[in-house]
Nanobody, 121 residues
């Protein structure tokens, strides 16, 4: 069974930092693009940051300059380091794993159960 276990969520003061970790199991981790998404109440889920199998990264405009996504294939882990947290960063953060090949016969798309991040003002 595939499992993406998220760690590191919690209550943080505005301006503070947070490190989210996602530990994967049940997948061949180096073959998957990894990402962090978030969803605030009443809003659609949005990409926060992603990192491909080759290490290329992509960030949402809202978090550029204050977020760093990284992966450690040996630890089967993807991390999201965020600094300068803002109240608008408050959301449930989800870890995602997907195969680069999007064809139906090859596509795999998995999600963690989410971890709550609350930034107080």
């Amino acid at each position: 069974q595939v499992q993406l276990a998220e760690f590191g969520g919690g209550l943080v003061q505005a301006g503070g930092s947070l490190r989210l970790s996602c530990v994967a199991s049940g997948i061949i981790f180096p073959m998957y693009d990894m990402g962090w998404y978030r969803q605030a109440p009443g809003k659609q889920r949005e990409l926060v940051a992603s990192i491909t199998t080759g290490g290329s990264t992509n960030y949402a405009v809202a978090v550029k300059g204050r977020s760093t996504i990284s992966r450690d294939n040996a630890k089967i882990t993807v991390n999201l380091q965020m600094t300068g947290l803002k109240p608008e960063d408050t959301a449930v953060y989800y870890c995602n794993a997907k195969t680069p090949d999007a064809r139906p016969s090859f596509r795999r798309d998995y999600w963690g159960q989410g971890t709550q991040v609350t930034v107080s003002s």
